[in-house]
């Protein structure tokens, strides 16, 4: 049996493997000259590979139609594409988060891995070359995929096709929409596709400039809705201030639960969306206090504005001067216990208003897509279209940073493929 999969990412080149593994002549279409770009720019070109979570805990990591991968996770898991590699000879590792990487940190051994796995295989590969149309055959009601049709109007007759285009992210990648109006064409619904683990606008953009490039590390989120009070999202662990606003992991997540929340586009507007940013998380209003009382202690006669260098990094301090509402050349002694109050207040709930999200260009991954109802879980079939399936970025699913947007290409991949 030929089957055909367009577009050459991790999706794709997972669904080649598995379907090659049940003997079938598989081709890849890609229209780029070279496959899993995208691949090599995920973890900042080190690629998280996935995510050491236990299986049962990823679809609590995946905001966008988490459940609908319930089959796909089962049917190839974390410890599968973990064991995969290392047959190809690549050695991974754990970091903090959960999160794995290979032992040698370049996402190039990662796709070497794939590429090997398709060579031994004997798949065919075309590059350069898009897909202009899905070939349908219509009878007695019954549509039915019978090949693609190429760019150059060149024709591949097929018994069955996967669909692993990607997203609308990072498009000189290649990821440019292509497979959802290939879809559209065949009668398929597309969702509303949004930039989702993508950095944000801050309203204070000058206070983000004045801070640009300066990492926390470790560090507490909440963003909340200032109309209502109600929280919308918490996180802990690693941002970064740049000259639009901010970005970072725990800011890419963040994106992906901002998306979905109600009216979100005209809470931005109305400036009603606010990020609560806790400089010193390991201490409590109560210790922090201490803490700068001891240091104000020692330095009596100091001014307030030379009066931080061990409680914060140096970009941060002009800032935090300027937000306190404390004379910058005023004596520590003379601070009196109110305005120590507001210090510790500003530490802990360090607030900015977030204007937007970034344009989908700069977001890690797409949320929308190819309408989960019209897709077979267990299979990933079209349940419009027989013999067509959907694989990766172009189904509308989507995880937090970590290795989990990877792991649903693998596991949708092998599940298209093996079918």
């Known amino acids: 049996m030929r089957v055909i999969v367009v577009g050459g990412g991790p999706a794709g080149m997972m669904s080649a493997i598995a379907s090659a593994e049940k003997k079938n002549e598989v081709i890849i279409i890609e229209k780029m000259n ?22 049962s805990e990823f679809i609590k990591n995946i905001p966008g ?27 991974i590792k754990e970091e903090r988060g959960n999160r794995v990487f290979p032992i040698t940190d370049k996402s190039q051994d990662v796709l ?46 097929a018994e069955k096709v996967i669909i692993a285009t ?9 990821s440019t929409g292509d497979g959802y109006k290939m879809a559209e064409n ?22 983000c400039r004045n801070l640009q490039g300066l990492n926390l590390k470790n560090t507490k989120i909440k963003i909340l809705d200032k109309e209502n009070g109600k929280t919308i999202y918490e996180d802990f662990g690693e941002m970064i201030f740049t000259h639009f606003g901010v970005s970072g992991p725990i800011i890419l997540s963040s994106s992906a639960h901002l998306v979905r929340y109600k009216d979100i586009k005209e809470k931005f507007r109305n400036n009603k969306i606010e990020i609560l940013i806790d400089l010193k998380p390991a201490l409590s209003e109560e210790k922090l206090d201490n803490r700068i009382l001891r240091d104000f202690s020692n330095l009596r006669n100091k001014q307030f504005r030379n009066s931080l260098n061990d409680l914060l990094p140096h970009k941060l301090i002009d800032v935090i001067v300027s937000r306190s509402g404390i ?15 507001n210090l510790v207040n500003l530490l802990k709930n360090f607030n900015l208003t977030i204007k937007g999200f970034r344009p989908i260009e700069d977001a890690i991954i797409t949320s929308g897509g190819i309408d989960v109802k019209e897709i077979s879980p267990k299979t990933m079939e079209s349940k419009l279209v027989d013999n067509l399936y959907f694989a990766g970025e172009i189904i509308d ?23």
């Open 34 to 55: 070279s496959l899993g770009r995208k691949l090599l720019i995920t973890g900042k070109g080190r690629c998280n590979i996935t995510s050491s979570l236990d299986m």
């Open 65 to 91: 139609n988490g459940k609908f991968l319930y089959s796909a996770f089962q049917n190839y898991t974390n410890l599968d594409i973990i064991n995969f590699l290392k047959n190809q000879g690549l050695q």
């Open 112 to 157: 070497n891995c794939f590429i090997k796995k398709l060579k031994e295989l004997h798949v065919k590969i075309i590059y350069n070359t898009e897909i202009k149309e899905i070939l349908v055959d219509d009878i007695n009601n019954t549509k039915t995929v019978i090949g693609v049709k190429t760019n150059k109007d060149i024709i591949y007759n």
């Open 166 to 174: 990607g997203g609308k992210s990072y498009p000189l990648t290649g």
């Open 186 to 207: 065949i009668g398929h619904h597309i969702t509303k596709i949004e930039p989702s683990l993508v950095p944000l606008n801050i309203l204070e953009v000058g206070i």
């Open 327 to 341: 004379n910058p050349e005023k004596r520590v002694n003379e601070i009196n216990k109110k305005e120590r109050k």
């Open 397 to 419: 699913v989507d995880g937090y940073t970590g290795g989990f947007n990877l792991q649903i290409a693998y596991s949708t991949g092998y599940t298209a493929g093996i079918n």
